[in-house]
């Protein structure tokens, strides 16, 4: 059980699932959701349409599912976890989005990470930034 | 689907975001109003989805019936979970992860009547 609030002197909490990193959380959740299920669908139903853009939709669901994981749990290994899995998220929404700018041949269809997430509201480019940000700063010192 | 109730569960989701997003301006926790609202938004769904699988398994025909179906679902699921989530820690931050459910929801919901649509 969580210690109740006792009084304004009380220690800021330093886990990744408090305060504004349960909003986070939420949209890392919301993202594995919508990314993985629209992966499926796409591989199940139409898989050699697009193979590499729909491989890449998987990929990213399983990402956004890993630091969903690993920012909602506590611990040191949660923490790299969520290190890992958001770092490899900003690298992957800036390769493929620099790829989908510059060459639209090689992914005939849209993943979440397409023209940095443009179809998400950019909301993709955005996440990775708060992600590591949030990281940074409750860093055990 | 039936266009009324689509719009009626637009409008509520939208407002229960500018709810909670209110909520975290103020720097108030999720009050018993929070869960009732989303409680009542999240039956406005329900209803929804019960007619809608009804009359997709009562033939009418979509291009795209599991994806319509599993947006089906995740629109009933995502605000409940969300609640629970935003509730467990009482503290400012709680209404704005209701309206992040409230939002992914009505997105689902936007994205029901397109699939729908198509197979008009």
Known sequence: MPEPASGPAREPVRATSSGPGRVLIAVYGVFALSATARAGVQIATRFSEAPLAYLLSALAGVVYILATIGLAGHGPGARRLAWAAVGFEMVGVLTVGTLTVFDTADFPDDTVWSVFGRGYGFVPLVLPVLGLWWLRHTRPR | ?120
């Open chain 2, 1 to 120: 689907m039936i266009g009324a109730l689509w719009v009626v569960v637009l409008v509520a989701l939208g407002a229960l975001a500018v709810y909670g997003i209110a909520l975290s301006a103020l720097n108030r926790p999720p009050d018993v109003w929070t869960k009732r609202v989303a409680g009542a938004v999240t039956a406005l769904l329900l209803v929804q989805a019960v007619i809608a699988a009804v009359q997709v398994f009562g033939g009418v025909t979509l291009p795209e019936t599991s994806t319509f179906l599993i947006y089906l679902v995740v629109s009933v699921c995502v605000l409940p979970i969300a609640t629970q989530f935003a509730t467990a820690e009482p503290t400012r931050w709680g209404g704005a992860v209701v309206a992040v459910g409230a939002i992914a929801t009505a997105v689902a919901v936007w994205r029901l009547d397109g699939l729908w649509a198509a197979g008009a």
